[in-house]
């Protein structure tokens, strides 16, 4: 029981040190973007990193075996809390995407990502994606978590969710014959989705092509996001010295458009270096997932490093103006509990496969592939 107590001093320090410094960087900014407004939504911010940590170090000592082991309970019981979010969930921001748990508001979708990685980790532990039993079952676990998302409606997690299991089945071996064959279908799924997304949704992507179209309506989030990212410049206005965010012209300023915040007030400096710690935190858990002793261990930590890269893809590029907008957070730095305990707790499923792979516990032997 000691040695497990310890196991949280042999996480990986790179993988800590880039936590750390995001944790800094994003905590900066939401304090930029709130302090003149809710300062209590920074607080609360500091009350979620202090459950998150203590998420990563707990999870960080249960070995993988262990949670091979609850991977089909895990996502069954997210599965359950999704259903029940139609029936019995909280709106808020005109979607209805929340469990209210007293004291806690529980947003299942964010749950069901890192539980799906879970379960398809452990279905193909023993099996390549190469047959179409083994392919439909995926499918199948990928389909009702990410139907069950797309009627609150939430089309952002729904994607991330479905590209991130794509990803995962990819790394267990799914032929690419069939990859291209699903990709010449895009189209029409394109097309039927087009029918039957909502009219605000189907806003937002005429939005993305042409913003100006309507300034003070669809377009005004993204117009004013990609004002504070330009007038920011290369070193940028000063740390609490961004007008768009000091005069309340960006919108969602603490959650979805944190990064026009971060942008406007430390510049082009400021955002490389924070792309230069995202990038080293992704190669870091690559390297974790190539280096993992077991399939299971190698396929989770791609499947969790694939959300990680699709939150940051996304999040940026919805805000630069590149993509459509869709409320995708960006990882630590903007506001949210559930979002953020969720990737922490998933982060330290990471480290936990490092901690073995690198044969770091007492009563493991053998070589360190990752020292």
Known sequence: MIHYCKCWLLIDRWLLITLLLLAGMGLLTLYSAVHLGVIQLWYKQM??????????????????????????????LALICLALVPLMGDVQMGARRWLNLGPVHLQPSEVMKWALMLVLAHWFANRDADQWRSIGMACLLAAAPAAL???????????????????????????WRYFFAIVAFLPLVGWYMWQHIH???????????DPQADPLGAGYHVIQSMISIGSGGLWGKGYLNGTQSRLNFLPEQHTDFIFSVLAEELGLMGVMILLLLFAIFIHRMLYIAAAAHTRFASLLTIGISSIFMLYIFVNIGMVSGILPVVG?????????????????????????VSIESRGLLPWQRGGSPLA
């Open 47 to 76: 009350l979620y990193w202090l459950l998150g940590v203590g998420g990563f170090l707990v999870i960080a000592m249960i070995p993988l075996r262990v949670m091979g082991l609850l991977a089909w309970p895990v996502f069954v």
């Open 149 to 175: 998302i797309v009627i609150q409606p939430d089309l952002g997690t729904c994607l991330v969710l479905l590209m991130a299991a794509v990803a995962v089945l990819i790394a267990a071996g799914f032929p």
């Open 199 to 209: 009219d605000y949704q189907r806003q937002r992507v005429l939005t993305f092509f």
């Open 328 to 352: 995708v957070p960006l990882p630590f730095v903007s506001y949210g509990g559930s979002a953020l305990v969720s990737m922490l707790a998933a982060l330290g499923v990471v480290a936990r």
